[in-house]
Nanobody, 121 residues
């Protein structure tokens, strides 16, 4: 069993930055692929980024602006978000799955409660 708790969301101006954190509890964190997804009002949950060991994967909409990283010693995964746009406004969720990365939300077994990111002037 893995418990995930996100933090770091908030209100930011367009062009600004935020860093989201996801603290995981449970054993063998390093064996899990970690993903970030987001869901805006009235829209489906969409893939943002994923990481497994040193490999990472990004949605085209965030490539070059967002960076996913993990600290296995601290059981934490991060999402550094730069050059934020109003279109990035959503609830951001951290997720974990055993094994390889995936862009498909239904393949993830564990989810955090989400953290709101609002990009607005």
């Amino acid at each position: 069993q893995v418990q995930l708790v996100e933090s770091g969301g908030g209100l930011v101006l367009p062009g600004g930055s935020l860093r989201l954190s996801c603290a995981a509890s449970g054993r063998t964190f390093k064996d899990y692929a970690m993903g970030w997804f987001r869901q805006a009002p009235g829209k489906e949950r969409e893939f943002v980024a994923a990481i497994r060991w040193d490999d990472s994967n990004y949605a085209d909409s965030v490539k070059g602006r967002f960076t996913i990283s993990r600290d296995n010693a601290e059981n934490t995964v991060y999402l550094q978000m730069n050059s934020l746009e109003p279109e990035d406004t959503a609830v951001y969720y951290c997720a974990a799955k055993f094994g390889g990365m995936s862009r498909l939300h239904y393949q993830y077994d564990y989810w955090g409660q989400g953290t709101q990111v609002t990009v607005s002037s």
